[in-house]
């Protein structure tokens, strides 16, 4: 929106004769973080007839810029558009072939809220995490000095903990203090000298960590009725209950159902519903090129998720036959994604009880990817010349990879089957052809969720 007046003073006041935009790339300007690009226009002169009838535009991915090559690819890889297409509103620096694909992905859906009938939510704010994001550890530490206080201490997803069909909880907790306001607490109706003293003897423990922090948590502006309650939340049932969440930042096309009773903090979205149609549509590759080009973008090229954006999301409405092998293959996928991160946790502790590996490389974090011998070989990099790996330890590495290792790589290999499965039927509801498939992949932004797809899949399409 910021934008809007200078725009409008481009379209009415002067004439646009080129448009380069570099994304957010960081060859340009190395120590600043900006989002550059280059606007070429001139004053209009009286002779209206010469007035330019388009504009030459280039989109060029911070990932292949080339400064060394910039002019021929700005020439190479730009093309015309309209002059009358830079109005007031929003750039699309896109190729009109590109332009009308997106067209029809908004015709053939109708917006999220629509669609559900429901908003996203923004996760619980409190306004100072320290007081109430614990670890396991401490809320064992609290819960054995007052049992009482389980019950208001709830498991809690991050943003990075959201992933890709199913989230990967941590072992992290949110001291649940709701707002007097939403809660019939023992102290609800007192006075704020009376409430404080019954806080304490309700929950002894909880009481004694909210007073080390007492004037932090009184100096919020979004507390609850009292200065150890969170802010007001009409929607704490929803956390009850299954739902759909996704992160604030969306560096990756990461959509996920969520179990009842995980709550889930600032940086993530909740919407209430568990309808697997949609989430099949989220995680899909049209979609994620669909957010490309209609979410604001924040600093690495990772997507602003808000509401403002995403409860206009296009989604298709599917004939039973589409819904009934989504929903099938979203379950499926479900299943497989908590399974395997069950069997990474599961390697990691091997890992550090056998081989002493406290901090496992990205590597390792994504071991289905590797073969025995590289497997191995990176075990033997982390732990170094001060800890040589002997033969029975390589012979170990090698007897876990087939035991762990082989059956995920299997499990993977299904998985991207059951992802393009469902890319498939997605692109059939929203009715794109061949061509538009071509095109969609042609023009892909980065970080697609999926390979696309080898040469006699896109023959079967």
Known sequence: GYGEPLRRFFSEKAWVRSVVDFGHAKQIFVEADVFPGIIVV????????????????????????????????IIREGFPIERQSLSAESWQIEPPGLLGLMAKIEHRGEPLKDFIGKRPLFGVKTGFNE????????????????????AVIKPYLRGQDVKRWYPNWEGLWIILLKSSGNES????????TEAEAKFRDTYPSLFQRMKQFENRLRARSDKGVFWWELRSCAYYG??????????????????????GGLISEATCFALDTTDCWLLAVLNSPLMWCWLWRNTIHGKDEALRLKSLYTERIP?????????SAAEKAVQQLIEITATQQQTQRTLLDWLQVEYGIEKPSNKLLAATELDSDTWVGEVKRIRGKKLPLTAAGVHGLREEYTRTIEPARALAAETLTLERTLSDLVNQAYALTPADIALMWQTAPPRMPIPPPEPSHRQRL
């Open 42 to 73: 001139e004053k209009p002169c009286k002779d209206a007839a010469s007035a330019p009838a388009s504009v030459q535009v280039c989109a060029i991915p911070r990932d292949q810029l080339r400064i060394d090559d910039l002019s021929d690819q």
């Open 131 to 150: 007081a109430y994001l614990i670890d396991s550890a401490t809320r064992q530490a609290l819960i054995a000095s007052d049992p009482a206080c389980e």
């Open 185 to 192: 607490w023992p102290w609800a109706s007192k006075s704020q």
């Open 238 to 259: 929803v956390f009850d209950r299954e739902k759909v969440m996704w992160q604030d930042i969306g560096y990756h096309s990461r959509f996920c159902l969520v179990r």
């Open 315 to 323: 989604v298709a409405r599917p004939d039973d036959t589409h819904r």
